[in-house]
């Protein structure tokens, strides 16, 4: 659904939405400013203080707008600037750097009280895949995540606020890499890296050379290990809360799986 023309009033935004590729479908361009329904106002409002207060060194965060009345949600749609920028293959050094900046910004804010409610399928397949919350799966996943809770060994943490959706970088050129779509978990912030390589791996047709640029991370193995067993507890969730038929997309992870496996320090 399009954002409604009292929403676009609100903002000050005009001109007709243009849906993007990105944002699973419902995240829309108008003119320089970006609008996107919050399914989580709570969420939605808190992200938004998160960002606004963050001092941007090394990286960009969009700037959100404010509606005439004040509020930064209008019937559940928040509204930001739209940042130029292209999300390129490879890149890694710079990847990690901006991970890197955009976590030392984070540091020392607290996780708000609602992180611990979370029941959406992103949320449990994190809590499953730290040990939180046991696991349980479909028969179709058992093989892969029964290999990669074989190799889990435990590991000392400091959590803080991270991206959990860390391939979310656009680059331009002459500005710092800008961070999109804040997906925010309360994990070790070397676990953004984990996520962006076992992705890159998965889908972005990466090889395992990716992993020199990610070389003396502590427990890098371990972060690999929960970081692919969100992702295959997330299809999990999917099929049981959404009914999405994507159990099958376990295929495409098991070289994945197995090279994870070889890696694990006994």
């Not at 609008?35 to 709570?42: C, F």
């Not at 074989?150 to 590991?155: A, G, K, Q, T, V």
């Amino acid at each position: 659904m399009n954002p409604p023309a009292h929403v676009l009033d609100a903002f000050g935004v005009h001109g007709n939405p243009v849906r993007m590729p990105s944002g699973q479908g419902i995240t829309f361009r108008v003119g320089e400013s970006v609008l996107k329904p919050s399914y989580n106002e709570v969420e939605a409002i808190w992200i938004i203080e998160i960002l606004s207060g963050l001092e941007e060194r090394g990286f960009r965060v969009p700037q959100y707008l404010t509606a005439t009345d004040g509020d930064v949600l209008v019937d559940s749609w928040m509204a930001y600037e739209f940042l130029p920028g292209t999300m390129l293959e490879g890149h890694w050094a710079a990847k990690r750097e901006a991970l890197v900046l955009f976590h030392i910004a984070l540091k020392g804010i607290p996780p708000p009280p609602f992180f611990a409610n979370r029941d959406d399928p992103w949320a449990l397949a994190d809590f499953m895949a730290w040990g939180e919350l046991p696991i349980t799966c479909h028969e179709r996943l058992k093989p892969a995540i029964g290999k990669l809770v074989h190799c889990l060994r435990p590991i000392r943490v400091t959590n803080q606020i991270i991206q959990g959706d860390p391939s979310n970088i656009l680059f331009e050129e002459g500005l710092p890499p800008a961070i999109i779509d804040f997906c925010p978990y309360w994990r070790p912030s070397a676990f953004a890296l984990a996520v962006l390589v076992v992705d890159a791996l998965v889908w972005k047709n990466a090889e395992p050379p990716i992993l020199q640029w990610f070389e003396n991370i502590r427990d890098f193995d371990q972060l690999l290990v929960r970081a692919e067993l969100r992702r295959l507890l997330e299809l999990d969730g999917h099929y049981r809360q959404f009914g999405k038929d994507c159990l099958d997309e376990v295929d495409a992870h098991l070289t994945t799986v197995d090279f994870i496996c070889s890696q694990v320090v006994s």
